[in-house]
């Protein structure tokens, strides 16, 4: 199945945001050499693709990224099993300190799959990723869906605008505290800085509940990010 075929299924993306604990620091430059290699093997292990980025906030080290295809309803149920056996073993040097998720659907107010939607299994990242939880106001789902298309439209608009910057949306509704996790990949953070500056000036902007606490993380390889904390 290529990455196209991929699309066109449902698959659920999970990010991770995990800390080193003390006892990580603890242990010999060789320890953790071979902690790096086990823990990477094992989390390869839980999704069809896993991606590790070194994040940029106080108190986090890594975020995780899994996608897996997630058409058979037991899909999440084993993706959730294995991710925890990933990391059962080395719970004594990492602490999860915050988890994201949601499954992929097509759009209720675009037609056509956008050009700038992320692929979730593609091969190459951009450098930066950005990821934040969304809800909309309880107003905002007793409009009509006419004047709801309508601010939406205004929405995408700005955002074909930025062609450059590639977008993921996840839906949460039920699952987890937010309705929505929104991702970002760009190469250029001051430009998206741009946009999500241009973006709080449209009507939608008053139907916003929540959209933070923001994650900026920036890739390397895996074994190149994990390399950083040798």
């Not at 800390?19 to 603890?26: C, E, N, S, V």
């Not at 975020?63 to 099993?81: G, N, Y």
Request: charged share 25%; aromatic share 14%; proline share 3%.
């Amino acid at each position: 199945m290529d990455n196209a075929e991929e699309l066109t299924h449902r698959n659920l993306n999970h990010y991770a945001l995990l800390a080193f604990k003390d006892a990580y620091w603890a242990q010999t430059s060789a320890q953790r050499a071979e902690f790096q290699r086990e823990f990477l093997a094992g989390l390869r292990a839980t999704a069809g693709k896993t991606d590790i980025y070194q994040t940029t906030e106080s108190g986090l080290d890594l975020l995780i990224w899994s996608a897996v295809l997630a058409d058979e309803k037991q899909a999440a149920a084993v993706f959730f099993e294995k991710f925890a056996a990933a990391l059962a073993p080395f719970r004594h040097l990492l602490e999860v300190k915050e988890t994201l998720w949601g499954f992929t659907r097509p759009s209720q107010y675009s037609r056509a799959r956008s050009k700038q939607e992320i692929d979730p299994f593609a091969e190459t990242r951009q450098p930066y990723l950005i990821i934040y939880p969304f809800s909309k106001t309880i107003d905002w789902y007793l409009m009509s869906r006419e004047a709801r298309q309508g601010m939406m439209n205004e929405h995408i608009r700005i955002g074909k605008q930025y062609d450059d910057i590639s977008q993921l949306l996840l839906y949460s509704f039920g699952l987890q505290n937010q309705e929505f996790v929104v991702v970002y990949e760009t190469d250029d953070l001051p430009r998206f800085s741009e946009l999500v500056n241009e973006l709080r000036d449209t009507e939608a902007r008053r139907y916003t509940l929540r959209d933070t606490p923001l994650h900026t993380a920036i890739y390397h390889p895996a074994e190149e990010t994990l390399a950083l904390w040798k």
